[in-house]
């Protein structure tokens, strides 16, 4: 009796299964979960994360279809007052479901030492950007010195990220390149990045740093390797312009606002500065005061519809020289 | 303890006796002199030390913090028989006065009864249940679209802070001591707890811990809004209603650790004749393993919001980096208590399981012994796993395999746990009621959120996942599908042993059906929006996410609305239920042996325990038997 109920539970058993991993499985497949890849260290994270999903789909069909078999097949009558069998446990099975699953995740986490490993892989010449995270912008160095709101990135060549934060912790972050770290106070981290694909992605800040955190966000722009070193060289633009570009460009504030002449500047978190002159006007304010002031004190004047969103302590951390040129540029252009 | 006790009802006071008295009436006068202790003491202090300015907002509101709770506390009552007793006048013969509920007016004072105690408990965690859940629908109104609506960032920080502390301090760790406090003593055959008047406190300080937090976002100022993880450096500079946050995680913890010896002294020593460990039910297992995690680990979350505490107030230096400090020192410490946290939230909940599941089949439960040692395996290994939240957090590389290793790990022993609860399952008898509902709402829920912990669990796609949506979706997997569907089984449960009447079992089947539909619109979708690439803890974001967003919203709402049917459910039946009888459940384990509610001091007649707690389908096998001869003690008593 026991034997003939088992050998029909268990083709009954098998079919919920595979129904239960089709289903899984079209979710899995048709549903477009992780976006497209733009670096090596993406795609490696994207093999793990498909290697995981395949363990998965078999626990969760196992799980589910003796779930739904029992609740079939195992419905008590209300009035039913019966017990069960008394069943009060089975070795050999209890040893079967400790042994598969260890091994389960004994070969994930085997293949996820293995990705790590690659993925912290610098090469031998790996370009180091250096990267500053404050309240609420980024600021990426490059080897010539020059600085940029917004990241710039050779296809096909290793990127090592050697960031740190200025007053709390941040995180970098853009979801096609996967990589994420930490940017820490008073602390050296560093991520590997082997961009793989052209174009301009993302990048955002995902540990929250106050309340500015939502907005913190910049892009990286992926170019081939023989247009990033014109554009190294070139000191990416900025070197034939007036001071005033460099200074912009430097403290990445082409990551929040646009400015048409300034290359790259198109952010809109803050305020569109090619309009600098309509909005003095409406704070009332002389030109070059109205941008000295917003600079230094940028809560003292809060533009009509953006929020006071611009770094506090970025104005004081340029040197007075400079800041006169940034000022002066910033007025000249808006004219 | 095998004496029983006559129960007494205070003698009504009167005159100026009601004022000393302890009470209401006394913390009325009581709580001011505290609080004018909390202001006096830091500005004494200062002023005879010259620190300026003398006045000082941050500094007073800290011990303030300290003061009007302990105020409060005395006022009530909390103290009085130690402060007796510590004063060295004689010893008074506990009159019992305070044991037991006549009315609903015992449930507002000290009452050292387990059984008033754990209905205090979860009334007061289901209110902060609502609390939370509301804050979490105001910004899920904010979230329904991109850029600010209704909130600004500040606001949007302090209610999504408010809404996890309050969840986790306030209403899952805390509802599991409730349950815990009610049905232990029952099932272990002991007429209360090992320290009645330590249990009384420790319920106390839980609406102080409570009130300090929903105080905390109506602070002037700004509220707390660095997120419940609280990090440093954030959390050191952030607005005056931090203090309330990090004074509040404090009474919380008091009250936990208090609850936790209680629940090990008692399960250790006042175990009826006959209950072995190996007899003992799995949820006493289960609370038994929670509480060594909560004396262990909970001290450490103690540590860091002290040291973040000191940073702000006596100016140190322990998290900050400009003075030498070590930022990760803090999420070190913070997570080597929030990981064993989630098992704490946990463990009790696969206990209760386990009870409904063995009786709700009416059958044994599968590998009783494997199913306890797994709760120890889970209890040692969850100690090594906590930097599994910092694998993006810039410590030492190293470190990350070895956690990722443990991590992997720690889903064996669980595993075993669901494995077994399905064979517990199979060739049962299944009875589709409420709580047997919200077992199986929460075995396959809980397999969801234990696959998405794989995932993150394994480092290379944490690194992806950490921080975005995807984490939200997995702690609301383990700690809604999994913690908060165990304390709902447990209730509906348990509601007919503490009212003595049933619930309306169509309308928890409503409730059920609800929160499961509204539960997985809620939180699936955000597994997609996580992967794709949106942060947590953000108020605005791309716009490429807003639809799915205002989906997720409105499943919220709904998900909200599900607990109205709860509570209309409990209240009414409550009141008009229909009488449960004592055992409706035809139970084996020993709460269902005595009347409902039980009788004052739980059994009239100790019971001989003679064998195992789930026996269903043995023919003639008994759990316990009364009216034995009287046994030999047994152990300490
Ligand atoms: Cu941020
Ligand atoms: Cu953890």
């Given at each position: 009796?026991?034997?003939?109920v088992r050998?029909g539970s268990i083709f009954q058993l098998l079919g919920f299964a595979a129904i239960a991993a089709?289903i899984t ?34 626990v969760f069909a196992a799980v589910a279809a003796v779930m739904t078999y029992s609740v079939i097949k195992f419905r008590a009558r209300p009035?039913d007052?019966s017990d069960g069998a008394?069943i ?248 | ?352 399981i386990s009870?409904v599941i063995a009786v709700m089949s009416r059958k044994?439960v599968f ?51 669901i494995f077994s609860w399905l064979a517990t399952m199979w060739e049962g008898r299944i009875h589709f009621t409420t709580p047997m509902l919200f077992a199986l709402g929460f075995l396959s829920m809980f397999v969801i ?32 599908g999994?913690?908060?569907f165990t304390?709902f089984a447990?209730?509906y ?12 079992e169509?309308?928890g089947k409503?409730?059920f059906w609800?929160t499961f539909i509204?539960f997985n ?95 269903y ?21």
């Amino acid at each position: 009796m026991l034997r003939r109920v088992r050998r029909g539970s268990i083709f009954q058993l098998l079919g919920f299964a595979a129904i239960a991993a089709v289903i899984t499985s079209l979710v899995a497949v048709l549903v477009p979960w992780l976006p497209n890849p733009a670096s090596d260290e993406a795609k490696r994270i994207h093999f793990v994360y498909w290697f995981t999903t395949v363990i998965c789909i078999g626990v969760f069909a196992a799980v589910a279809a003796v779930m739904t078999y029992s609740v079939i097949k195992f419905r008590a009558r209300p009035d039913d007052d019966s017990d069960g069998a008394p069943i009060h446990g089975h070795t050999k099975l209890e040893i079967i479901w400790t042994a598969i699953p260890a091994v389960l995740v004994t070969a994930i986490s085997i293949v996820s030492a293995i990705v790590l490993a690659q993925n912290s892989r610098t090469g031998s010449h790996p370009l180091v950007v250096k990267v500053v995270a404050v309240q609420f912008a980024w600021k990426f160095t490059y080897p010539n010195g020059k600085s940029y709101g917004y990241l710039t990135l050779p296809k096909g060549r290793h990127v090592k990220l050697d960031l740190t934060a200025n007053d709390v912790i941040h995180s970098f972050w853009s979801p096609e390149l996967s990589q994420k770290q930490d940017a820490v106070p008073g602390q050296h981290t560093s991520l590997v990045i082997t961009p793989s694909r052209t174009g301009t992605f993302p990048v955002i800040c995902t540990e929250l740093c106050g309340l500015g955190h939502a907005l913190m966000r910049s892009h990286v722009t992926i170019i081939p390797a023989a247009k990033f070193d014109t554009w190294m060289k070139a000191g990416g633009q900025a070197a034939s312009g007036p001071p005033g570009l460099a200074v912009f460009q430097e403290n990445g504030c082409g990551g929040c606002h646009t400015l048409k002449a300034a290359p790259g500047a198109n952010g809109t978190i803050g305020p569109d500065l090619d309009k600098l002159k309509q909005e003095a006007a409406r704070a009332h304010q002389p030109l070059a005061a109205f941008i000295k002031e917003s600079i230094l004190k940028p809560s003292a004047y809060i533009e009509p519809g953006y929020r006071d969103a611009m770094p506090p302590t970025l104005g004081a951390s340029i040197p007075a020289g400079k800041l006169t040129q940034l000022v002066q540029y910033l007025e000249q252009s808006a004219k | 303890m095998t004496e029983l006790h006559e129960h007494h009802t205070a003698p009504a006071r009167t005159g100026i006796r009601r004022l000393t008295g302890p009470g209401w009436l006394r913390v009325l006068w009581v709580t001011p002199i505290f609080f004018g202790i909390g202001v006096g003491l830091p500005v004494l202090i200062r002023w005879l030390a010259h620190w300026h300015p003398v006045w000082k907002g941050s500094v007073i509101l800290t011990v303030e913090l300290v003061t009007v709770p302990l105020g409060f506390l005395v006022g009530i009552g909390g103290f009085d028989y130690w402060a007796h007793y510590a004063s060295g006048r004689p010893t008074v013969e506990d009159d019992h006065s305070s044991h037991g509920a006549k009315s609903w007016r015992d449930y507002f004072r000290v009452n050292t009864d387990h059984k008033v105690i754990g209905i205090q408990y979860v009334v007061t965690t289901i209110i902060f249940f609502c609390i939370g859940g509301l804050l979490a629908m105001l910004f899920r109104a904010e979230l329904a679209q991109p850029g600010d609506q209704y909130f600004n960032p500040q606001t949007f920080n302090v209610l999504v802070s408010n809404h996890a502390a309050l969840m986790i301090f306030l209403f899952v760790i805390p509802a599991f001591a409730g349950l815990g406090n009610y049905v232990i003593p029952l099932m272990l055959g002991a007429a209360d707890m090992a320290f009645p008047r330590l249990n009384a406190l420790s319920f106390w300080l839980l609406p102080m811990a409570g009130l300090m937090l929903v105080a905390g976002m109506v602070t002037p100022g700004g509220g707390p809004s660095a997120g419940w993880t609280c990090y440093a450096p954030l959390c050191s500079h952030q607005p005056l209603g931090q203090v309330f946050f990090n004074m509040g995680v404090q009474w919380a913890g008091a009250s936990s650790i208090m609850t936790a010896l209680n629940f090990l002294v008692t399960i250790i020593t006042m175990r009826a004749p006959g209950m072995t460990f190996w007899r003992m039910p799995l949820l006493v297992w289960a609370n038994f393993t929670t509480s060594l995690l909560v004396v262990i680990a909970t001290p450490f979350i103690a540590g860091s919001q002290f040291f973040v505490m000191f940073d702000r107030v006596l100016h140190t230096h322990f998290f900050e980096p400009g003075g030498g400090g070590y930022v990760l020192g803090y999420q070190h410490i913070f997570w080597f208590y929030s990981h064993p946290a989630v098992y704490i939230m946990m463990l009790p909940g696969f206990g209760i399981i386990s009870e409904v599941i063995a009786v709700m089949s009416r059958k044994p439960v599968f590998g009783y012994r494997l199913m306890a040692l797994s709760l120890m395996a889970i209890l040692v290994l969850g100690f090594s796993v906590w930097a599994h939240h910092m694998f993006v957090a810039g410590m030492a590389g190293w470190l990350r395999v070895p956690m990722m290793v443990t991590s992997m790990v720690i889903a064996v022993p669980t595993g075993i746990k669901i494995f077994s609860w399905l064979a517990t399952m199979w060739e049962g008898r299944i009875h589709f009621t409420t709580p047997m509902l919200f077992a199986l709402g929460f075995l396959s829920m809980f397999v969801i959120g234990g696959l998405s912990g794989i995932y993150l669990a394994s480092v290379p796609i944490d690194i992806h996942a950490s921080d975005t949506y995807f984490i939200v979706a997995h702690i609301h997997y383990v700690l809604f599908g999994g913690s908060v569907f165990t304390i709902f089984a447990g209730i509906y449960y348990w509601f007919p042993k503490m009212t003595g009447r049933m619930y309306d079992e169509r309308l928890g089947k409503l409730h059920f059906w609800l929160t499961f539909i509204g539960f997985n619109l809620t939180f699936f979708p955000m597994h997609y929006i996580g992967l794709q690439g949106m942060p947590r803890r953000v108020a605005d974001y791309a716009g490429r996410f807003a639809d799915i967003n205002l989906f997720i919203s409105i499943a919220s709402f709904g998900l909200g609305a599900s607990t109205l049917v709860f509570l209309y459910n409990m209240a009414k039946s409550w009141k008009h239920g229909e009488p449960a009888g004592g055992n409706p459940w035809r139970a084996l384990t020993l709460e269902w042996q005595v009347s409902s509610p039980p009788p004052i001091f739980n059994f009239d007649e100790i019971p001989q325990v003679v064998g195992h707690p789930y026996e269903y389908g043995v023919p003639g096998a008994k759990h316990a038997i009364f009216g034995a001869p009287k046994p030999e003690p047994v152990g300490t008593d």
